[in-house]
Nanobody, 118 residues
Framework: QVQLVESGGGLVQAGGSLRLSCAASGFTFRRYDMSWYRQAPGKERELVAR????????RYADAVKGRFTISRDNAKSTVYLEMNSLKPEDAAVYYC???????????WGQGTQVTVSS
């Protein structure tokens, strides 16, 4: 059974930091591209950061470049999102996503809430 379980969300003041984790099971984690998405109320879900399986190259949304860092530990089947200098506009539900390249299976986590107070 495939599972992606996010954790680490919560309430933080603007300027603060959070580290999200996404623990994967039920598939061969090291073969999957891993991403973080977020969705704020009334807005579409958007890509925050992605790390490829093959070369661990990364891609970030312009809004988070220089503040957020995605990383992965294949031995622990876990992907992380380190979020620094948080802004109120970063508040959203953050979702973990796994994609099997090039056009294979896709899995989503259930999401974790991040709230940033001004």
């Amino acid at each position: 059974q495939v599972q992606l379980v996010e954790s680490g969300g919560g309430l933080v003041q603007a300027g603060g930091s959070l580290r999200l984790s996404c623990a994967a099971s039920g598939f061969t984690f090291r073969r999957y591209d891993m991403s973080w998405y977020r969705q704020a109320p009334g807005k579409e879900r958007e890509l925050v950061a992605r790390m490829r399986a093959t070369d661990q190259s990364t891609r970030y949304a312009d809004a988070v470049k220089g503040r957020f860092t995605i990383s992965r530990d294949n031995a622990k089947s876990t992907v992380y999102l380190e979020m620094n200098s948080l802004k109120p506009e970063d508040a959203a539900v953050y979702y973990c996503k796994a994609d099997e390249p090039p056009f294979g299976a896709t899995y989503w986590g259930q999401g974790t809430q991040v709230t940033v107070s001004s």
